[in-house]
C-alpha cells in the first residue's frame, strides 16, 4: 500500500513561522513536523509515498530529497494552483492505480497506529475510512458521526457551536480505494469533506470511520504548535527524539554544550551542537535548536527556539517562539504568546509584550516597548559604525558574509587600484575574518598589503605612509572576548571620519558593490620591515635625551598582545633598563576583561615595588592604551595618569594648547595653565580627538581611557609612543610619577549610567536644558550645566546604547555626589 502525504498548505494562521518556510517543515522538538509524519509511515511498512507540494515547494524538495534518508522513495507531485485536499491528490493520481492508498496531513503530528486502521478498512470491505478522533473543541474540525459498526452517518465541515453534534472530529487520515480517485474531477478545485464523502454517502458507499486511540494534533495555531513540544516532551505522543536523556526529561542532541552550572528543568531538549553557558536557566517544555546559543543568566520557560539563534545574557523569553537566524541581545524579555520570524534582531533590553508578532527580517530597537505587531516596518541598524568602528558579537553579528559585504562597500568607496593595509590582533577570529576582508578587497580590484599580527599603533602608522590609500584592522573588542571591532582608517591613520562612514554606509545598505574585472584582480602583498620603520621614526621624533644618564628602570607588560612584537626592536633604542612579563601572543585571551586586567597591574605594582623601578607599564592587547604603575607599585588609575602625563608635558613644552574630551576633570586646566598651556575641549568621540589634534599648536591630547596622542610623532592614540614619550619625560624632570601626582590637586568627579530608552532621549536631553534654567550651559557634547561655584555637570547620551551618562564635578565629593543625584533625577523624571 502506498501512501500520500498532504503538503501544501501555506499555514497563514502561523506566520510569521511560516512568512518564508512551508508549515511542514515546521520543526517540532527540532524535526520539521512532516519527518515525523514520515517516520511514521515508515514504521507502519509505508515505504513508497506521494507527496503533494504546492506553497515553497522546493524548500520541501531540498530538504526530504528522495526519501533515501529515511529509508523511503519519496515522489514529488506539484500543483500550479491549489486544487483542494481531493484535486492535490487526483494531481498524483498516476502513481496510486491499482492499489488501496493511505492519506495523511504532512502538518499534523500523530502517532495513530496506522496497521490498525489498514486491519480496520480491509475487514469491512470500505471505500473509504476515515480516521477520526475524539477532541475537547470541535469548532476548527469537520464533525464526523458513525454508527455502532462504524459506518459513517453524518458530517458537517467546521461547525458553529450551535451546529456541533459530536466530538469525534475528522484527522485528515484516509484510507481508499484507487476507485476513489473517478469521482474527483481533474484539474479542479475538489475537497474531500465537502465535494467527494457527501457524494459517495448520498451513493450509498461504505464510508467507515476509525475512531484512532492514539495521540493526535493539528498544529494550525501557535498555541497547538507549543502544545505540541510539550506533547512529545512530556512522552504523550510517540515520535523518536534525536538524542540521548541526560537526566530524567532533559534531552540533549549530538555535540551540544551544557556548562555545569547551566540551571536545566526538564522536560526540555536542547539540539544539536547547542551552546548553554554557565549560569543560564532552561526550565520546562523549553526546545533549543540546532546551533542555538545561550548566554549566562538567560532565562527560558517554555520557549520554543528554532535552530541558530542567539539568546543573549539575561534575556528573558515565556512561552514565545524564535524563528531560526535570529538574534536576542542582552536583557530582551519576550512574553506570551509572541513569536519572532527568521532572521530578526532583538536589541538589548528590548520589551517584546504577550501575542506580538515580528515578521521575519526585522530589528527591534533597543531599550523598545513593543506592544503591537510589527509586519511592514523594518528598522536597520541606524548607523553601521559605533564608537570603535563596525563591532559585534563573533559569528553572530559580525559573521564573514557580513565582514565581505563591509569590505566590499569600502573597496567601492575607494578608486580601482587603492592601496589598502590589513592587519589583526591575535585572536582567531580576527585572523579568520581578516581573510573574508582581504579576498573582498581583492576582488574589489584593490591591493591589500597584508601586516599580519601588529600593534594597532604601528598599523595606523604604515597606513599613514606615502602609497597607503586606507587601512582595515581587526580586534577583539575591549572587555568582551565574544566580540569583534572591525576599525577603518582613512590614509591618515585615523578612524573614517562621519562622513566617510556614512558613504560606506550607503555603498553597504545598496549592496552596490564594485567588483573587479578578472584582468583587474588585485595583488595581496605582505610588507617587510614594517615593525622595523615604526620604531626608527619613533625614535627620531620621540626626545630619548637623558635616558642613558638618568639609569631608568622600567617595568612593561604586554597583556599577551601585540605590543610584545614592538618591543624586541624599540627597546634596544631607548636604553633604559626594562623589565617584560606576558611578552608573548596569546590568543586564549586576545582581550582584557576587568578581572584579567586588576589582576596584571597588581602583579605589575609588585614587580615595580620588589625590583625598585622607577615605574611600569602596561599596554592593552593592541597597545593603543596604557596603564601605569608608580615606583611604589601603586596603580594611578586613568584619570589620575591623564594629569601627570599633562603636567610633565606642558612642564617641558611651556606653552601651547592640549585637546580634552569635555568628560575631564577641570583639574587639567589648572595643571596646564600652571605650566602656559591651554586646554581645547573636544566631544568624546574618537575622530573629534584626532581632528583637534591635526592642529600645529597641538602639543599633546588624552582620552581619559589610557589614550594618548604625542602629535609630534602621530596624530592618533599611541601606547607605544607614550611610553617612550614617558621613559624620556621622568628621566629628564628626575621626579617619581608619585611625586608629580602629589603637586596636583585632587579632582572629585563622580560618573553614573541612567537606562534611557532611544525613543525618549530627545526628550531627556530637552528636559535637561529646562532644567537648566538660567544657569551657564556648554553644549560641545551632551549638555554641561556650570554652577555659579564652578561646580558642573554633563548629560550626554550614549550614541550606541540605551543610556544616558553623567558627569558631576565640585570642589569636594559631597558636592559632587549631591548635584549627580540631582541630574540623574531630571533624566529619570523625563522618562516618565
Not at 248 to 257: D, F, K, L, R
Request: net charge negative.
Amino acid at each position: 500500500m502506498k501512501a500520500v502525504v498532504m503538503a501544501g498548505g501555506e499555514g497563514t494562521r502561523l506566520r510569521p513561522m511560516t512568512a518564508n518556510q512551508p508549515k511542514p517543515l515546521l520543526p517540532v522538538v527540532n524535526r520539521p513536523i512532516m519527518e515525523h509524519v514520515l517516520r511514521l509511515l515508515k514504521r507502519h511498512g509505508f515505504d513508497e509515498t506521494v507527496v503533494t507540494v504546492q506553497f515553497l515547494a522546493t524548500l520541501i524538495r531540498n530538504y526530504f530529497g528522495d526519501g533515501e534518508e529515511l529509508g523511503m522513495h519519496l515522489h514529488y507531485v506539484a500543483e500550479e494552483v491549489p486544487l483542494g485536499t481531493a484535486g492535490s491528490v487526483k494531481n498524483g493520481e498516476e502513481h496510486l492505480r491499482g492499489a488501496p492508498f493511505i492519506v495523511i496531513s504532512g502538518d499534523a503530528l500523530t502517532d495513530i497506529d496506522l496497521t490498525d486502521m489498514v486491519r480496520f478498512h480491509r475487514e469491512n470491505g470500505a471505500m473509504v475510512t476515515i480516521g477520526l478522533k475524539r477532541v475537547p473543541n470541535p469548532l476548527e474540525f469537520g464533525i464526523i458521526i458513525v454508527d455502532d459498526d462504524g459506518r459513517v452517518q453524518r458530517f458537517l465541515e467546521k461547525p458553529t457551536w450551535g451546529q456541533v453534534f459530536s466530538d469525534t472530529v475528522n484527522t485528515g487520515i484516509y484510507i481508499m480505494e484507487p476507485e476513489v480517485l473517478d469521482h474527483v474531477a481533474a484539474g479542479e478545485v475538489v475537497d474531500w469533506s465537502g465535494d467527494v464523502f457527501p457524494e459517495l454517502l448520498r451513493a450509498g458507499e461504505s464510508l467507515y470511520g476509525y475512531i484512532a486511540d492514539g495521540y493526535w494534533e493539528d498544529v494550525g495555531t501557535h498555541e497547538s504548535y507549543l502544545r505540541a513540544q510539550a506533547d512529545v516532551l512530556s512522552g504523550k505522543v510517540d515520535v523518536e527524539i534525536d538524542g540521548f536523556e541526560m537526566s530524567p526529561g532533559v534531552w540533549v542532541a549530538e555535540g551540544a554544550e551544557v556548562d555545569p552550572e547551566a540551571e536545566l528543568k526538564g522536560p526540555l531538549y536542547i539540539g544539536d551542537y547547542a551552546k548553554v553557558e554557565g549560569g543560564a536557566e532552561l526550565r520546562e517544555f523549553t526546545v533549543l535548536g540546532s546551533n542555538a546559543v545561550v548566554r549566562p543568566e538567560a532565562f527560558l520557560h517554555r520557549a520554543v527556539v528554532h535552530d541558530n539563534v542567539y539568546i543573549g545574557a539575561s534575556a528573558n523569553l515565556r512561552g514565545c517562539v524564535i524563528g531560526k537566524n535570529t538574534d536576542v541581545m542582552s536583557g530582551a524579555r519576550i512574553e506570551e504568546g509572541a513569536v519572532i520570524g527568521e532572521e530578526c534582531v532583538i536589541e538589548s533590553e528590548a520589551y517584546l509584550s504577550s501575542d506580538v508578532k515580528v515578521y521575519p527580517f526585522k530589528t527591534i530597537e533597543a531599550g523598545a516597548v513593543v506592544n503591537t505587531d510589527v509586519i511592514w516596518e523594518s528598522r536597520g541598524q541606524s548607523t553601521l559604525f559605533g564608537p570603535r568602528g563596525v563591532s559585534g558579537l563573533i559569528n553572530v553579528e559580525i559573521t564573514p558574509e557580513l565582514v565581505v559585504r563591509l569590505a566590499s562597500a569600502y573597496a567601492t568607496t575607494l578608486k580601482k587600484g587603492t592601496v589598502v593595509a590589513t592587519s589583526r590582533d591575535v585572536s582567531r577570529a580576527a585572523r579568520t575574518l581578516k581573510r573574508a576582508v582581504i579576498s573582498a578587497l581583492t576582488a574589489s580590484a584593490i591591493d591589500v598589503r597584508d601586516l599580519e599580527a601588529v600593534a594597532l599603533p604601528v598599523a595606523r602608522f604604515h597606513t599613514s605612509q606615502n602609497g597607503i590609500g586606507g587601512g582595515i584592522a581587526l580586534r577583539t573588542t575591549p572587555g568582551d572576548p565574544q566580540s569583534i571591532d572591525i576599525v577603518f582608517l582613512d590614509e591618515r591613520g585615523a578612524d573614517l571620519s562621519p562622513a566617510a562612514q556614512r558613504k560606506l554606509e550607503r555603498v553597504f545598505s545598496r549592496g552596490e558593490f564594485r567588483r573587479a574585472f578578472p584582468g583587474e584582480i588585485a595583488e595581496l602583498s605582505f610588507p617587510s620591515r614594517g615593525t622595523e620603520n615604526y620604531a626608527h621614526d619613533l625614535i627620531r621624533h620621540i626626545d630619548i635625551t637623558g635616558v642613558e644618564e638618568a639609569g631608568l628602570k622600567v617595568v612593561v607588560d604586554c597583556a599577551g598582545g601585540t605590543g610584545s612584537l614592538i618591543l624586541p626592536t624599540l627597546l634596544g633604542r631607548v636604553k633604559a633598563d626594562v623589565l617584560t612579563v606576558n611578552n608573548r601572543l596569546d590568543e586564549a585571551s586576545p582581550t582584557d576583561t576587568l578581572a584579567k586586567q586588576m589582576r596584571d597591574l597588581q602583579r605589575l605594582g609588585e614587580l615595580v615595588s620588589s625590583s625598585r623601578a622607577d615605574f611600569g607599564v602596561r599596554f592593552d592587547p593592541v597597545a593603543e592604551r596604557l596603564s601605569l604603575v608608580d615606583e611604589t607599585g601603586a596603580l594611578v588609575d586613568n584619570e589620575r595618569a591623564l594629569l601627570v602625563v599633562l603636567d610633565l608635558v606642558t612642564a617641558e613644552r611651556k606653552g601651547g594648547r592640549v585637546a580634552l574630551p569635555v568628560t575631564t576633570t577641570r583639574v587639567a586646566e589648572q595643571v596646564a595653565n600652571a605650566h602656559g598651556a591651554q586646554v581645547e575641549w573636544t566631544p568624546t568621540a574618537t575622530d573629534e580627538l584626532t581632528k583637534a589634534a591635526m592642529a600645529d599648536d597641538i602639543v599633546f591630547a588624552a582620552d581619559g581611557r589610557g589614550g594618548f596622542v604625542l602629535p609630534e610623532f602621530s596624530r592618533t592614540s599611541d601606547g607605544i609612543a607614550a611610553f617612550v614619550r614617558l621613559v624620556g619625560l621622568v628621566a629628564r624632570t628626575k621626579l617619581s610619577l608619585s611625586q608629580i601626582d602629589q603637586r596636583i590637586p585632587e579632582a572629585h568627579l563622580l560618573r553614573r549610567s541612567v537606562p534611557t530608552p532611544w525613543a525618549v532621549k530627545g526628550s531627556v536631553m530637552r528636559s535637561v536644558v529646562e532644567a537648566a534654567g538660567d544657569r551657564e550651559i556648554d553644549t560641545t557634547d551632551g549638555v554641561r550645566v556650570i554652577e555659579p561655584s564652578g561646580a558642573w555637570a554633563l548629560v550626554l547620551p550614549d550614541t550606541a546604547e540605551a543610556v544616558t551618562h553623567l558627569w558631576a564635578e565640585a570642589a569636594d565629593s559631597d558636592t559632587a555626589q549631591r548635584l549627580l543625584e540631582e541630574w540623574a533625577g531630571v533624566v529619570e523624571n523625563a522618562e516618565g
